[in-house]
């Protein structure tokens, strides 16, 4: 069946460090991959997505690349910042399924001043 | 224009009785999709709902857990003879559902405590 592997956490950096959280997955075909966010209390944000293969998705100065090769999507970020402390979640949908999104456990992230 | 609502935000029972968590989509929403997060780990999916009709309830538990997403009125979750390993978080997402892999709209989640 489908599945995501993400990066464990916890994960410390100081602030303006650069981040990656890894993602790979594996499911038949190619999946629209996405990564949420999660704040403390809150539900699940949609942070970016990428449909197809080496389309980047990017938003408020996260990137991923979909590599199909390494079946990965990688979160990247070149400088973060405290209010980017939250939990991160890798996900997909399967192409042609029903929309169900199947998620990775989670990547806690704490920047420090 | 109203996210995806779900309430009661924070939910105690007791071992035994029933809980019901409602959702309701964002307008223009007609899929809901269930989800269940046990203490530090990810979203499991639960159940797709259309309007009247469940589409994939293969993340259900076989007994004690139904949903239901009436013509009217906002999806329904609903947990019979709740035990101590119900407690998570629950969360409803929404989406318009046209077209394939339309990102999921998540509301703020029901915390479910069982005494």
């Known amino acids: 069946g489908d599945s995501v592997t993400q990066m464990e956490g916890p994960v410390t950096l100081s602030e303006e460090a650069f981040l990656t959280i890894n993602c790979t997955y594996t499911?038949?075909?190619?999946?629209?991959l996405f990564w949420y966010v999660q704040y403390p209390g809150e539900g699940l944000q949609l942070l970016l997505k990428a449909t197809k293969a080496d389309d980047k998705g990017s938003n408020k100065g996260f990137e991923a690349t979909y590599r199909k090769e390494t079946t990965s999507f990688h979160l990247e970020k070149g400088s973060v910042q405290v209010s980017d402390s939250a939990v991160y979640f890798c996900a997909l949908i399967p192409k042609g399924g029903n929309e169900k999104l199947t998620f990775g456990t989670g990547t806690r992230l704490t920047i420090i001043p | 224009n109203a996210g995806v609502m779900q309430n009661p935000r924070h939910l105690v029972r007791r071992r035994g009785q029933e809980a019901r968590l409602r959702c309701s989509p964002m307008k223009g929403h007609s899929h809901v999709y269930w989800y269940r997060q046990l203490p530090e780990e990810g979203l499991k999916f639960m159940v797709y709902?259309?309007?009247?009709?469940?589409?994939?309830e293969s993340g259900m538990p076989k007994e004690r857990f139904s949903a239901e997403f009436p013509k009217e009125g906002p999806s329904i979750l609903r947990i019979q003879q709740v035990v101590r390993g119900d407690s998570a978080a629950y969360f409803c997402?929404?989406?318009?559902?046209?077209?394939?892999?339309?990102?999921?709209?998540f509301g703020d989640g029901t915390r479910l405590s069982i005494l």
């Open positions: 997402a929404s989406s318009r559902g046209e077209l394939d892999n339309q990102p999921q709209h």
């Open positions: 499911a038949t075909g190619y999946p629209s």
């Open positions: 709902l259309q309007k009247e009709n469940i589409i994939d």
